[in-house]
């Protein structure tokens, strides 16, 4: 039978009840993978009812009473919904309003799926497996766990016991407040919780290992973990312990909670959840050894626990009224991981850093099938569209731009005030707008509401001395869909000028750009900088000699102004604006840049070029390669030296990586394959290849298809002594350039690589440029395996890296045609956006592609020294 249609609002549950408590006895059974709990609720009738409407999914439930304020006991019968993943308790006579009591039993199984309470699984030393009982319940996944109102704004608090077996330890969200001794278990019980909602309860069961406490202002912390990873969790413990400090005294609120737990979970879906005081993480997020790790690996570990820490305060304390304001609890989070890991380790630079994560969404909100970073969302798991790169990495550049727009102080007093306003409740965005608008008298709401309710972002263009704006877009329309790029911004834009022809220095100056252009004042006609300081969210358009005006003055901007220059000229350029030969003599122009940001855009447009070059094309390809990022590996070579900048590694691994695959260099292949050779990886007696440039000097020795490599590096996978090495080893093994190897990597993601791994390793697959389209087929006829091996959050991000199959036409034809055929249920429009993306590309091709000689000749004549 169809599945009935449902009225539009039937999901929500009725307003008549409103839990207040919940007092919850679980006890898991891990060898039968099953629970069995009982809940209490109290609650408050609002008006006379027949019946309390709940959410429970893959749950058997029984014993419900109704105990009345009065005392009466009244006995309930059950039914289900299951289309809705309700539950509907019938008492025997009308409920009057006032408080009342619900309590019932309930079953279910833990799962293997990575979410609700579900199982996980580690090795330890000995090679005995273990298995852990352990919640992922955002977003709406308590429902699998216990019967509750599993609506964001139907928050409680929550009391909390688990029962579980004498040898384990139990962790929840509050701490323990004592242990019973239950036949031969133990009952386990935590303190109740602040006011919260259902989707932040965590409970984990198992064989665990913590840290010793570390008193942080009075809040407890520790990390948690599987045994033997004890040397792993010190860097943890150091950025937790800042974050918390930094936090409380930023938002000038203490933390909310009553203790802080970070635990390392064996399978995760997720990179981590911010449950309160039992933060969730998958391992390569929070257990690392700072003695092997890549400096780039640290700097996720500790975005990652910042921007989880974050959330006690943005998300937790104060939480959004439904699903649509998920955005604004991610995209704050990341903002605020952001500079508080600036803060943490100033040299990082992380604000310029974020540039290619800010690229990243662009790239997608270039395209037609964007989505506004808020909009309306009707059943909640139409939310799972929002945990993407729009939410998270567009979000925070726009709240960036707002902070430096308005002063970091005035944006921070009018965070403090919304957080106070609102704490323990539940908003929507307007509420924080309101709170910045007072804080700082400007128009907050009328700028920020064109960037947050409609899609795209505007090209902000200079021509002569005017500026205004337009829809960027990547390309037109594609036939039969309508964009969801909007018409008009109100842009915060900063302009200042460079000294020229006698001409002083502007400083810059700020103002708000409607749809009327604006004429610059006299002074600042010079050599004009559009988007001073690189904080907008907009691409910049310049005359093709304004541009490279600017690029002979690099050293006088800004690296995140650098950035910018290049990234938006290549961005032009795949919109076709501009030609890919213009966009590399800008970055001929490059030199010896320092940072590594303005880089990324050349290595992203040096790869794509690369997958539509002809053979006869690539020694034009290579030569231009070798021009452009020779000199940067002749001055950095393959070693650090003292006293160079904590950036420089990064730079260091681009030049290696594109120099040794795209580039074929003779020189930096034959060191990588000897620096490989005498590692431990490669069978040797040497020291082990440095971890900033491990990861690039394993791409290129894959280059070489040497027999013995894709063994070594698969045993390496499978002895790895920390997370980072499993997944630098697992990365390399994607990149061999051999159909058959490709194949090998694909079974092995669907067999033994971990279920939170695989996908993103056979979404790694599609970008191999021998391999791709031969996983492609493969995935093709294992699609209905796919889906049921990988958490649902993985399906779309394994097509996502279909646009680099943009070498063939007719072949990215059949993609397409496939996925409209085979459509799936999580992100449908992140499908879309891959395969308009993947037209892109493949416009790009057709325009590009019969000049690529040409274009690459020209490129390298452009270059200082020839």
């Not at 981590?272 to 050894?289: Q, S, V, Y």
């Not at 908003?427 to 899609?455: C, H, K, Y």
């Not at 842009?491 to 400083?507: E, H, I, Q, S, W």
């Not at 020189?667 to 590692?679: G, L, P, W």
């Amino acid at each position: 039978m169809p599945s009935p249609v449902l009225p539009q609002d039937s999901f929500r549950l009725p307003r008549t009840v409103e839990p207040v408590i919940y007092r919850m006895e679980i006890e898991p059974n891990v060898s039968s993978a099953s629970f069995s709990g009982t809940v209490e609720i109290d609650v408050i009738v609002h008006e006379p009812v027949d019946e309390l409407v709940l959410n429970a999914a893959e749950l058997a439930i029984s014993d419900v009473e109704i105990r009345t304020e009065g005392g009466d006991v009244l006995g309930c019968t059950v039914s289900f919904r299951d289309e809705l993943e309700q539950v509907v308790f019938q008492p025997a006579t009308t409920l009057p309003p006032g408080p009342c009591r619900v309590s019932c039993r309930f079953t279910g199984n833990l799962n293997d799926k990575l979410r609700g309470f579900y199982r996980s699984t580690f090795t330890d030393e000995s090679g005995a497996t273990h298995t852990i009982a352990t919640t992922q319940f955002e977003s709406v996944d308590a429902r699998r766990a216990f019967p509750c109102w599993d609506e964001p704004d139907r928050k409680a608090v929550f009391e909390i016991a688990l029962i579980v077996e004498r040898d384990v330890e139990a962790f929840s969200n509050s701490p323990i407040i004592g242990t019973d001794r239950v036949g031969d278990k133990n009952r386990v019980r935590f303190s109740p919780t602040m006011k919260m909602s259902t989707y932040l309860v965590a409970f984990i069961v198992g064989e665990m290992e913590t840290t010793q406490t570390v008193d942080v202002d009075g809040v407890p912390l520790r990390v948690v973990f599987p045994p033997g990873k004890r040397s792993l969790a010190d860097f943890a413990l150091s950025v937790g312990a800042f974050s918390l400090r930094y936090f409380t005294e930023y938002f000038n609120i203490p933390y909310p909670g009553e203790k802080v737990d970070l635990v390392a979970i064996p399978d995760f879906a997720a990179g981590a959840m911010e449950n309160l005081g039992c933060i969730t993480f998958r391992d390569t997020a929070l257990l690392i050894d700072p003695t092997t790790a890549a400096r780039a690996e640290l700097e996720r570990v500790a975005d990652v626990i910042a921007h989880e820490l974050a959330h006690m305060w943005f998300g937790d304390l104060v939480t959004m009224g439904w699903w649509e304001g998920i955005w604004l609890n991610e995209a704050f989070a990341t903002f605020m991981e952001t500079i508080c890991v600036d803060a943490y380790r100033p040299s990082w630079e992380r604000w310029v850093g974020f540039a290619p994560s800010r690229e990243a969404a662009l790239a997608v909100d270039g395209v037609h099938a964007t989505r506004p970073i808020e909009y309306p969302v009707g059943h909640p798991r139409e939310a799972e569209g929002m945990f993407d790169l729009l939410t998270y990495e567009k979000g925070c550049g726009v709240l960036r731009m707002l902070e430096q727009h308005i002063g970091p102080d005035v944006f921070r007093d009018g965070v403090r005030t919304y957080l106070k306003a609102h704490a323990y409740g539940n908003t929507v965005t307007n509420d924080l707008w309101d709170a910045l608008e007072d804080a700082s008298g400007a128009p907050v709401r009328d700028v920020m509401n064109t960037f947050i309710l409609q899609g795209g972002h505007p090209l902000v263009s200079l021509t002569g001395d005017t500026l205004s704006q337009q829809p960027f877009a990547f390309g037109p329309v594609p036939e039969g869909t309508e964009s969801a790029i909007g018409k008009v911004w109100n842009v915060p834009v900063a302009v200042r000028a460079l000294g020229v022809d006698g001409r002083a220095a502007t400083p810059a100056r700020k103002f708000v750009l409607d749809a009327t252009p604006v004429r610059l004042a006299e002074a600042e006609e010079g050599l004009t900088v559009v988007n001073s300081g690189g904080w907008g969210v907009f691409r910049v358009g310049y005359d093709a000699a304004h541009r490279l005006a600017l690029a002979d003055r690099l050293s006088e901007l800004t690296p995140l102004e650098r950035s910018n220059l290049v990234a938006d000229t290549w961005a032009t350029t795949l919109a076709g604006h501009s030609s890919l030969q213009e966009f590399l003599t800008l970055a001929a122009k490059l030199g010896l840049e320092a940072d590594p940001t303005p880089w990324a855009p050349l290595a992203s447009a040096l790869t794509l070029s690369s997958r539509i070059a002809a053979e006869s094309d690539r020694g034009e390809l290579q030569a231009a390669v070798a021009g452009m990022l020779g000199p940067q590996f002749r001055h950095l070579g393959f070693d650090a030296v003292a006293g160079e900048g904590e950036r420089t590694p990064t730079l260091r691994s681009l030049a290696i990586s594109v120099l040794g695959t795209i580039g074929a260099d003779p020189e930096v292949r034959a060191e990588a394959a000897r620096r490989f050779d005498a590692s431990p990886i490669g069978g040797g007696n040497g020291d082990p290849i440095p971890a900033d440039v491990e990861a690039a000097t394993l791409s290129v020795v894959t280059q070489l298809l040497r027999e013995r490599d894709y063994d070594a590096l698969l045993a390496r996978y499978r002895g790895a002594s920390t997370p980072q090495e499993e997944l630098r080893s697992l990365g390399a093994l994607a990149t061999f350039p051999s159909i058959a190897l490709a194949e090998r990597t694909f079974e092995l993601a669907m067999t033994e690589v971990r279920s939170q791994n695989g996908f993103g390793v056979i979404g790694a697959l599609l970008f191999n440029p021998v391999g791709g389209q031969a996983v492609w087929r493969r995935m093709t006829e294992s699609w209905d395996a796919m889906l049921d091996r990988f958490p649902k959050n993985g399906h779309v991000r394994m097509i996502e890296g279909i646009p680099a199959l943009c070498g063939d036409a007719r072949f990215a034809q059949e993609v397409v045609q496939f996925l409209k055929d085979h459509p799936l249920s999580s992100g449908p429009r992140r499908v879309a956006q891959s395969i308009e993306r993947l037209g892109v590309n493949v416009a790009f091709a057709a325009r590009e592609r019969d000049r690529l000689s040409e274009t690459f000749g020209a490129a390298v004549s452009a270059l200082p020294s020839a």
